[in-house]
């Protein structure tokens, strides 16, 4: 597996939570802190990654071959009517 360094700026409040969490995690034996919060902070973005592409194929799916005038058809028949007091902004 190829690696890519990258230099990332965290809150300091962000970076001890994490680096809290990875030490409880027990992501690495390696004896740095620095370490483990590398890994565990590779293991997040790996993790956010398979969702958001998940997600990004679910959504592709469902939609199919709808399209925006499709959308924009359906929208034309809803009749004109006032929102009721409940859907109005406030």
């Known amino acids: 597996m190829s690696k890519a360094t990258y230099a990332l700026r965290l809150p300091l409040s962000i970076k001890k939570a994490a680096q809290r969490i990875a030490k409880e995690d027990g992501v690495s034996l390696d004896w740095t802190l620095n ?20 997600a990004a194929e679910f959504f592709k799916k469902r939609a199919g071959k709808a399209t925006g005038e499709g959308l924009m058809k ?17």
């Not at 370490?35 to 998940?54: F, H, M, P, S």
């Not at 359906?74 to 109005?88: G, I, Q, W």
């Open 35 to 54: 370490r483990t919060l590398n890994q565990w902070i590779a293991a997040a973005v790996a993790e956010k990654v398979g969702v958001v592409e998940t």
């Open 74 to 90: 359906f929208l034309r028949t809803v009749p004109k009517t006032a929102p009721e007091p409940e859907d109005t902004l406030r």
